[in-house]
């Protein structure tokens, strides 16, 4: 496809390249255009319907954003601002520099710019960060035909009109009524009489998480927004909640590899940046493993009576540190999705418990067998397979109970991931390891 736009602008057939552009999805256009050349982008860009050109340009990587911002005359960059929905412009505006912010502000209209404003005041990763203030809003006393022309009149501009929202002259939320049900209702019917006055709203303070999650149990496309007054001041839409849940996820990840978050891709981000995201955590847990060298070194004995104990070292090791990490994701997910709550701490231990008894078992008999085979030794059979249940056992109680005391405590539960619980783990199961087999073995 790149292939045969280039080849349409060298030829100067501009109209067939837009009519290929028109027929594509704005996402698709957008990811097309990133792979082009500034020169090509610009005048691609420029052949595009207005309307799909806002979509498109809403779709781009922020870097491909201000390259078109700084080569737009005055006149293009007022007919995008037009175009765009306003919770797309402060996305915008937030990830630009200052100069190219200013260019934005100075050609946007008053009203916008007041709204522009009003939205950078919320927090971040508060639900007033991702609201959108362009929404249908109907009277109780209206009839049914008199919200359709309210719809025709000011739809076009809103960025859902599926679902509508009944206030009061002072912006008081009293009730919903979709689309589906004018649709179905008589003329005549009043809007008091069909609206849902059931509705769920959020706080223009809520946490973007928690507004994500309220899309993904209640399955809406659109939540109100209202202030501790109960006023409508917006709302936030099923796009939106998609794009928090992709950034949540994302920083999650993060932190259960053991890396501070960043807020850019991976090529964006610089190797300094990314070496400062890494190295803290990374110290941390190279100092935090010297505690395992140090229980190491009071067992001098042991090795010298018996060196075959070291050879099983880092197999308990690994193996506790693989026993927590799966326990560990297994809780961290069911916390992000609200599965589990703290009221389940001790179902869930007791439940991560059983089955460390059943792992621990299973593996204790097969390593048991294998080393009875190798090395004739009953005894250090034994002391390696009550090593591995006892290990087991810490290492999934560990897994499960540090990401809920995490929560507890108001932290990130992703930070007790497995990078965390491996190097806990480690040091536990060296000081099982040896003090069982002093119990057993002829040390």
């Not at 595009?48 to 911002?69: R, S, W, Y």
């Not at 994500?212 to 909640?241: H, S």
């Not at 997910?333 to 792992?359: H, N, S, W, Y």
């Not at 390696?384 to 932290?411: D, E, N, Q, W, Y």
Request: glycine share 4%; aromatic share 8%; proline share 3%.
């Amino acid at each position: 496809m790149k292939e045969k736009l280039e080849e349409l602008l060298q030829e100067k057939k501009y109209v067939s390249a837009g009519n290929i552009l028109k027929d594509m999805e704005p996402a698709d256009i957008a990811i097309l255009l990133e792979e082009c050349s500034k020169e090509e982008v610009l005048l691609l860009y420029r052949i595009l319907p207005k309307e799909l050109a806002a979509e498109v340009f809403v779709e781009m990587d922020g870097d491909t954003q201000e390259e078109l911002i700084r080569a737009f005359s005055d006149k293009e960059l007022k007919e995008v601002l037009d175009e765009l929905y306003m919770d797309d412009t402060v996305d915008i505006i937030e990830e630009m520099p200052a100069n190219v912010v200013k260019r934005i502000l100075k050609h946007s209209d008053p009203d916008s710019r007041k709204a522009i404003n009003e939205l950078l005041k919320y927090p971040r990763d508060s639900a007033g960060s991702i609201m959108t203030i362009e929404y249908v809003s109907l009277r109780k006393t209206m009839t049914v035909e008199d919200a359709f022309a309210r719809i025709r009149a000011t739809g076009v501009d809103k960025e859902t009109i599926y679902t509508c929202y009944v206030t009061e002259t002072n912006r008081t939320l009293v009730g919903i009524v979709s689309v589906k049900t004018l649709l179905l209702s008589d003329k005549q019917s009043l809007i008091g009489d069909i609206m849902d006055t059931s509705f769920i709203s959020i706080e223009t303070l809520d946490d973007q998480e928690d507004v994500a999650k309220k899309f993904d149990k209640y399955g809406f496309l659109a939540i109100p927004v209202v202030d501790k007054e109960n006023r409508l001041v917006g709302i936030v839409t099923f796009d939106d909640a998609m794009d928090v849940i992709h950034e949540e996820t994302q920083e999650d990840f993060e932190i259960m590899a053991a890396m501070t978050p960043s807020e850019d891709s991976y090529f964006k981000t610089s190797v300094w940046e990314h070496a400062k995201n890494r190295i803290f955590w990374l110290l941390f847990l190279m100092l935090s493993s010297t505690i395992t060298g140090s229980i190491l070194t009071t067992y001098e004995a042991a090795f010298a009576s018996i060196p075959l104990l070291v050879s099983f070292i880092p197999m308990v090791m690994g193996t506790g540190g693989n026993c927590g990490s799966q326990s560990s994701t297994m809780i961290i997910r069911g916390l992000a999705t609200d599965e589990i709550q703290m009221k389940d701490f001790l179902r869930a231990v007791f439940k991560e418990l059983r089955i460390a008894l059943l792992v621990g078992t299973c593996l204790a008999v097969v390593n048991g067998i294998r080393v009875y085979v190798f090395y004739h030794s009953w005894e250090i059979a034994l002391v390696l397979g009550l090593t591995l249940i006892v290990t087991t056992a810490l290492a999934k109680s560990m897994g499960c109970m540090l990401p809920m005391l995490a929560k507890r405590l108001k932290l990130d539960p992703a930070i007790m991931a497995a990078p965390l619980i491996s190097t806990i783990v480690d040091s536990c199961s060296v000081f099982i390891y040896f003090n069982i087999a002093m119990q057993i073995l002829p040390i």
